[in-house]
């Protein structure tokens, strides 16, 4: 038997009942024992069999339950964040939008500061639409607009403030599952006001660090996180346009025919932006589909722009601007785009190749 | 505000209840959403709060249990191992010793084979007594003896056979929840018997690599675990004896007065032996009590010889031969020695450092 | 005896002369043996001193030399290239400018080709006037424009076209010093036109790295050399220009109080450029004077823009756009700007880390 | 043209003789300056040709003239070593055995003590015949008995005495030549005496870190050079006596057929000893005959037991106990055992891999 599955197995190890077994099993019961052979084949299955389910949820009902909520619910010091929270229907109520990974929609209305704090597990933003609120980390004021991604990496003080007579909602992107499964998370409050309410156009971080292939003498110490605090939309679309011209010229620049994408990087080792969360923005050209794909842990993508769908375990969901959707470890997922397609995505794949459990399996190759 | 608890404050964030708020929040559960500000500090506490609590196990306990299981159990294809998983009293009864790891005790009586298998998650094998079982790792026959550490790292197949007419008795690590909780295991069938029943005294794996500083001309590619199957206590004993020799000629080779310790790693980095999992071995003189300390992740230690005591979190429990005791993520917890005390260590601080989640906190430091 | 010189105590082992010690010292010279103890504190110093000098070179005198050489002398197959190499006044006519390191300027007149070829040795251009010359990497041509770094990392194919009517001269910076006394090159002859005469503004390599932060998603192999062919003026100017405005608002950005600096890095590991050479580019305010320093390794600057002098080893120099000094290992030197002071900057520091060899020692420190 | 050699083409670039000519070479020749097409194929080969040169030295006449130098020449402070150099023909009477590497035969009489020193060059001797010298490496004594290989890192104090009324010589190996040529080395004076006259069997950094996979826990900083003070013959004896047993066994352990070879490596990190030296050992069975081979950098041989002979750029040398041989950078050799073949090794490996320059070319791959 080299290829079978546990469950036609698993009874051939049962032994016959007895009242010495009751015995027995009432001994492990006594002292915190399980023995293994009771077990089903969950414990250890032939491959990821995730517990969360692949799952999409509509930005156009998304956007009205966080706008009345901001309607019904006030922000402040405790709550300390007017966050909507994407639980998977497979993971028994926990607001985990996988096992690893927390993803909300955060609203804030117009004027509104959200208090600072910080926390060890990491953090970041992802704008879908809006402008108008500046986050504060570490005491440097970072726009937030559309198509930029914003970092908090674990134990940076942040809190974030409203600029405007307009309400803003984003992505909210955190390791909070693996920190609470893994009992390593601590947690400071910081001023019920953010330091510094200055809205310039470029924080402090960009300033220093977005150059190009250039890195400050003054900071040549290599950093856990990207210290670079946002990735503005502008060089994202740029990166993405170049490698789709230069795939039209016939050069190696896109990851598959028609499929432009970039990684999000901490440009003092080239490797992810923080130690738990990879974060990425794929374009498709119209018309483009991808090979079917799993890959041990979980993904989650938002639309930024276009149409098109995704095919998560046999299922076709449609998708449009905003629409979130997470794929759990060995799911297989194939995308379409119908137009030009943008997606953000993030997941977990650092905690996997770190601990070296990453694999991946790809029609076709 | 800078250093209050949750509970105190988050009520702050409560709205005033309405029809408006309830519609709102029966739209959050039809669309699978949970609001943060509904939810307590369990998510992102001050610090490390596990639900697994400090535990011990008495050997004077375990021991029996397995070997009932050993005359009214049989071994086999399904459920695999005769193994008597430790489960933490506060994790709902499921088979984890903590949050990440698994311990069990596994029992082989006269002549037995544990069919071969394979799987995603590390695992290694700790003698506290007996003789006579091989496991054989990737077809190399490894011996088990008293003291040895054995490893069998991710994806190697292996079985055990037990060589005499006595039965054996052992201690089974592996990284079984992080696995699960993560969804990262692949698992593969084997042979039904081992594929090997040699008896070396020393496996392949020794003979390559165990000779101190040297490396082989023909394995000069760095592997992921430890090329080494077996960790002799032999070794083992003499890298303590000469550290506390060392202290008494006043050379700095403890890690504390009156504490020797060693940590078992991977020739070809110097780094721990697994991905996912640490092993130590400590040895106090008579007489010698470490400081209390506090670390992110969690540590198991089974007592290997001699006397002494354990302080959990304020408690005292007593510690005898055999004896396990688990540390929760951020539990104080020191050692105090009776006799000279010998205790074998494995714990999940590779996943923590390598994810940059550990911090430690020592008494008088 | 702990801190005194080779040459008072060098002579306490000298034996007596007599006719066995000059048959003994027959013999070695019979066997291609040297005595230790006839050789002078060259052998070890008591710190470096290199038999390089520091040297200043005029760009009033290299330049016309350079556009005499575009008269007299043609540019072909063979020679390879019209290059006129800086030899370090102390290193016995060798075209060396230090022990490790090649300086040339090299000159290419209007419509002129200089043909492909390719070698072990990392070679870097530094442009300090002109424009029109496109140098053709593994294919990928790149402008050169004043201000510019153009990197041809070892073993990639390379030559330059003069696009224009104008003649040009630049930097060209290499490890050919090193190459040749360590034995460590190889040469191969290309094409003997450029392979590729497009004049396009980015090179394809910029158009898929130059994105702050941003990987392509097709490259996340990382490379020993950086695959960024070109540093932008552009960029590194407003690198420059933000550390010294952050400087005004009293964060900490500059490497020294009026100093600002760049170190160009592979943007696939946050390090050197390439495995031998350093490249960085500074910029003083005006009145800025730097710590007198001392380094193991050699340094050469070139001054891109403004006046100043630079102190090397007690001598002062004065320094205008485009003049080349080089500081040998272990002599001190120190800045001074008179006006605004921008200075390009190579060094073998990659050498020295990555074998362990470096020291600094700054005044005041 | 794309594959032809420098000479046939160098005189393509060759201008007129003129008079402003030999003004512009006038000119460079003012101002240190050497044009590029005057200089020969010398400068970049077309693969690397060393000036260094194949060559053997027999220990009977290596040993006789240490013996005699015992005799004559006093050892103490100043010329600080009673060492004699092997000269590579090649290298103008330097005492370089290779561009990078210094081999000495050293010599200590009885009861003599050579004093203490440091230097940033990095050292190891190794012991052909003999015994009863210490070597005292930052206060800790060092026994040096046949077969060890002891490391003298830099920057380390070291001072030696013969305990013993015999005279004992040995092989020391250093990276003097890197070190002028790249001016790194600094030099500081110990004791005029060794610290401390103890004659342990082991040293405290053996009694320390010489257990095979085991790290002791108040050591995880990882070091630039091994911990590990002296490598036993015993060791090294048995590593390579399994590797055949092994291969006997039909198991892959051997680097080729019939030839056994471990490399020296420091435990923190699983690479070589020091950062700019590789030591090895290589068994060959009688018989064997090792593949025409080519690699960047040079190597130095010393026959440690047996006889045999090396093909050395097609020129056969015959070799015996103790005799010494250098391989130039990409010089083909191969080794031929009439006997079992005992073989101590050490290169300048490390530089070139570290700083990208490493190739190799085998025969037949």
């Keep these: 038997m080299t290829a079978t599955d546990h469950e036609t197995v698993v009874h051939a190890m049962q032994p016959e009942d007895s009242a010495d077994l009751r015995a027995l099993y009432q001994g492990f019961k006594d002292n915190h024992l399980n023995p293994l052979w009771t077990q089903t084949g969950d414990l250890m299955p032939m491959h990821p069999k995730s517990k969360a389910v692949p799952h999409r949820w509509k930005w156009s009902t998304l956007l009205p339950l966080a706008q009345e909520s901001g309607r019904l619910v006030p922000v402040g010091r405790g709550g300390e964040r007017r966050a909507i929270g994407l639980a998977n229907p497979g993971l028994g109520g926990n607001t985990y939008i996988c096992p690893t990974l927390w993803a909300a929609i955060q609203y804030l209305g117009p004027r509104e500061t959200a208090p600072e704090h910080r926390h060890s597990q990491n953090a970041f933003r992802f704008v879908v639409e809006g402008e108008g609120v500046w986050t504060v980390v570490n005491g440097d004021p970072v726009r937030m607009s559309r198509g930029d991604l914003l970092l908090t990496p674990g134990w940076c003080f942040h809190g974030h403030h409203n600029d405007t007579d307009q309400p803003m909602a984003w992505l909210d ?61 502008e060089f994202t679309d740029r990166a993405l346009t170049e490698q789709l011209l ?13 499929h432009a994408a970039v990684r999000y990087v901490n440009p003092t080792t080239g490797g992810d932006v923080m130690s738990t969360i990879r974060c990425e923005f794929h374009r498709l050209r119209a018309g483009t589909e991808t090979p079917m794909r799993r890959e041990v842990g979980s993904s989650v993508f938002q639309v930024f722009e276009g149409e098109g769908s995704v095919v998560l375990n046999g299922e076709t969901l449609r998708l449009e601007k905003g629409d979130l959707f997470v794929i759990p470890s060995w799911i297989p997922w194939s995308l379409q785009a119908e137009t030009q397609f943008d997606l953000f995505r993030f997941s977990d794949a650092p905690i996997m190749e770190r601990l070296n459990f990453m694999r991946t399996k790809v029609d076709g190759q």
């Design 173 to 233: 992107g955190l390791d909070i599952p693996f920190s609470q499964q893994m009992d390593v998370g601590f947690f400071e409050f910081g001023s019920d006001r953010v330091t510094d309410y200055a809205t310039p156009n470029f924080s402090r971080g960009e300033r220093l660090w977005c150059h190009p292939g250039l890195r400050p003498l003054s900071q040549l110490q290599d950093t856990i996180a990207s210290p670079i605090g946002a990735y503005r939309w």
């Design 246 to 258: 230069l795939e039209d010229e016939g050069q190696p620049a896109t990851v598959g025919q028609g």
